[in-house]
């Protein structure tokens, strides 16, 4: 390995070395999206968590398996197994099936997660394709006394589970004492749905037969179920957002463990905190939220929206607003004009002198302390202002730091020439005119430069060209 990885365990509350299960692998599962809405930026905040943590261990030589479900059935709009299927709100608002609405927002997913250069997991895994795997769990708990069968399904018994909560250090005590006796028609307010019997009424859309009669997973049971499938009984690192820590992965790590039989299911529990807009969490249940396309609207680069999660620990909260995009997207630019700028001089087989020898190993430490990528950032940057370094130098070294930003800087340039002479000679005669404070021949050229594809913006260093 290529240094000593440090993350920030949820379930020690500690941060800690990373040591892999098996010498040299480290496998990852990252709850997807529930794909009954658009995901919003908040979302894609966890997405890009797991992507840095992937690129991260990558870097130090692990080889990595990143597992990640689409949950299409089964998560209920209250954390406590009550409400409807989200798939079921998705469904009355599009007026079409469940399926579809699931077809529709997992695209929707993919396209976004593309816009921001994500790299697609090693394993998508879907809940509706898995109900065998999930029912011969729910078989197995069963067997070794963990659930009971109540009215509205198969629960899981979490009084049986001494352990339950550990992560999120519940007061289990306290939880009971608080709720009424039968709650719910469970004996105790933590337990939940393993399989949710379908209403006698009414046919779903997404329904299956079970030994326990027509219905349909909870939402827990798909994430044990598939991350063991792939991962194995024990595995390296699970991902999620921080509110998933109290019901979710509490629950995911009581029925694992149980059906497992106490082995540990996961060893490092990695959680983003919020993206809040105003000091409220962002959520698809608010109806308002800000998605990619929301970004590319206002005229932003997703891959800005990359750098300002980078910019920000994963476990401190990232307030969103217009002014600080705005200003991250300048920072951003600026980054990329330099960087691009290097390209011309670039040497495959550079030598890289003791200063740069340095720097790299700044930046290795700020990546393997727990993803200090704001810390790595900022010695990339230094690196670009270096004035003593050569252009080859910094940029392969830029180069060899994006494998963890994930711009894809290398592949930027074409973009670049892409834009036609008579398009960049068209903007120098509007810069000319500008500079002799000719306004009407300026927005003349800028109109013509915009009639054929491409809009001229003024930066602090000039201006740039985009494609409309
Ligand atoms: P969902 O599609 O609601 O199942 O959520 C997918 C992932 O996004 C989960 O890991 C959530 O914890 C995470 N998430 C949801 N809202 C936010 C938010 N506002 N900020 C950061 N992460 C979030
Ligand atoms: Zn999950």
Known sequence: ???????????????????????????????????????????????????????????????????MNITDVGHLVGDGDDGEDKMEVGK?????????????????????????NVIRPDVVCHATGHIPEQIAMIKT??????????????????SKYSDYGKMAKLDIEGLEAGSRVGFNDKKNKTDFALWKFSPKDEKRDMEWDSPWGMGFPGWHIECSAMAMKYLGDSFDIHTG?????????????????????????????????????GDIKMSKSSGEFLTIQSLIDAGYDPLAFRYLCLNTHYRKPLN?????????????QKMKTKILALKENSDDNITLSDLAMKYDADF?????????????LTTSNLILNDKILSD???????????????FDFENMDLEVLEIPKNIIELAEKRKAAKDNKEWESSDKYRDQIL?????????KDGYEIIKE
């Open 392 to 406: 080859a130098e910094k940029y392969s070294l830029i180069l060899s730091h994006d494998l963890v930003y994930g």
């Open 364 to 376: 290795k430490s700020a990546i393997y302390n727990d993803m200090n990528i704001s810390l790595a």
């Open 141 to 158: 708990l069963e067997e070794k006394g963990f659930t009971y069968i109540n009215s509205d399904g198969v629960y899981f018994d979490t």
């Open 92 to 116: 009355a608002r599009e007026g079409m099936d469940a399926w579809g609405v699931a077809k529709k927002y997992e695209e929707s997913f993919f396209v976004d997660t593309k816009r921001l």
């Open 320 to 332: 969103f607003s217009w002014e600080i995009m705005q200003n991250i997207a300048k920072i951003y």
């Open 1 to 67: 390995m290529n240094g000593k990885v440090y993350f920030s365990n949820s379930l020690s509350r500690e941060k800690e070395e990373f040591i892999a299960l098996e010498a040299g692998k480290a496998g990852i599962y990252s709850c997807g999206p529930t794909v009954y809405h658009d995901a919003h930026i908040g979302n894609m905040r966890h997405v890009l968590l797991a992507d840095t943590t992937k690129r991260v261990l990558r870097v130090a030589g692990y080889d990595v398996k990143h597992v």
């Open 451 to 459: 009639k054929l594809g491409y809009i001229v913006k003024d930066n």
């Open 241 to 277: 957002g921080m509110d998933l820590i109290p019901v979710h992965h509490s629950n995911e790590i009581a029925q694992s463990e149980c059906a497992s039989g106490c082995k540990p299911f996961v060893k490092y529990w990695l959680h983003n905190e919020f993206l809040n807009t």
